[in-house]
């Protein structure tokens, strides 16, 4: 069962608009949450993070927003520029079946900036 | 800085071949993983490792077989390839070793990624 889901597989923008990903998750027991960014034929790259106990964490361009009573994140891009057109994924930290501390990715949403 | 490198970068199999993963990190990390990834499916955890000598079976393990051979490798072996094991693997590492909580220490770096094509 999914723990983490990213309802919209893709989501396209023009030049200079906002992006809103969104994400939400099933396990109240998620300690951190954390946004990747894949380009095609390339592994996922680490992008912003945000613990628990906070509801925003801005770097640069890139701001993550989370709602724990609605067990909900999202992920804002502003300005979005072309470059940022890849999918991403988001993922939240906790304990897996074997009590380790994993990830949880969801599947992902692939976002075009539109020139 | 090569980061995490995984060979091959694609792979035909056909249903019952073998076949393994290399990975290797050159980042003195002490944990490894190994996922799977399938259309909407998102990265499945198959097995990780968090030290060397040490392995653990995640989410999706069956059909499959790892060796952490030292704290820079770690390979993925299909013993016996099935359709449904058709995917993309992705290798990552990450420097937190098992009990350690701190965030920055448990960011997983990726490689690029095998396709893999079982007939």
């Known amino acids: 069962d999914q723990q983490v889901k990213q309802n919209s597989p893709s989501l396209s923008v023009q030049e200079g608009r906002i992006s809103i990903l969104n994400c939400d998750y099933t396990?109240?027991?998620?300690?951190?949450f954390l946004w990747y960014k894949k380009y095609p034929a390339e592994g996922p790259t680490f992008l912003i993070s945000i613990s628990s106990i906070k509801d925003k964490n801005e770097d640069g361009r890139f701001t993550v927003f989370l709602n724990k009573s609605a067990k909900h994140l999202s992920l804002h891009i502003v300005p979005s520029q072309p470059g940022d057109s890849a999918v991403y994924f988001c993922?939240?930290?906790?304990?897996?079946?074997?009590?380790?501390?994993?990830?949880?990715f969801g599947t992902g949403t692939r976002l075009t900036v539109i020139p | 800085n090569a980061g995490v490198t995984q060979t091959p970068k694609f792979q035909v199999l056909k249903t019952g071949q073998s076949m393994t993963l290399q990975c290797a990190q050159d980042?003195?990390?002490?944990?490894m993983y190994w996922y799977r990834q399938d259309p909407g499916m998102g990265l499945r955890l198959i097995y990780y490792?968090?030290?060397?000598?040490?392995?653990d079976k995640g989410e999706v393990p069956n059909g499959y077989n790892v060796s952490r051979l030292n704290k820079r490798e770690f390979s993925l072996r299909l013993e016996s390839a099935a359709p449904s094991q058709t995917s993309v693997y992705f290798c990552a590492s990450s420097e937190a070793g098992k009990g350690q909580n701190l965030l920055a220490k448990n960011i997983q770096y990726f490689g690029a990624g095998t396709r893999l094509s079982v007939l």
């Open positions: 993922a939240a930290r906790g304990l897996d079946q074997t009590g380790a501390n994993n990830l949880f």
């Open positions: 490792s968090a030290s060397e000598g040490t392995t």
């Open positions: 980042m003195n990390h002490n944990s």
């Open positions: 396990n109240s027991m998620f300690d951190y």
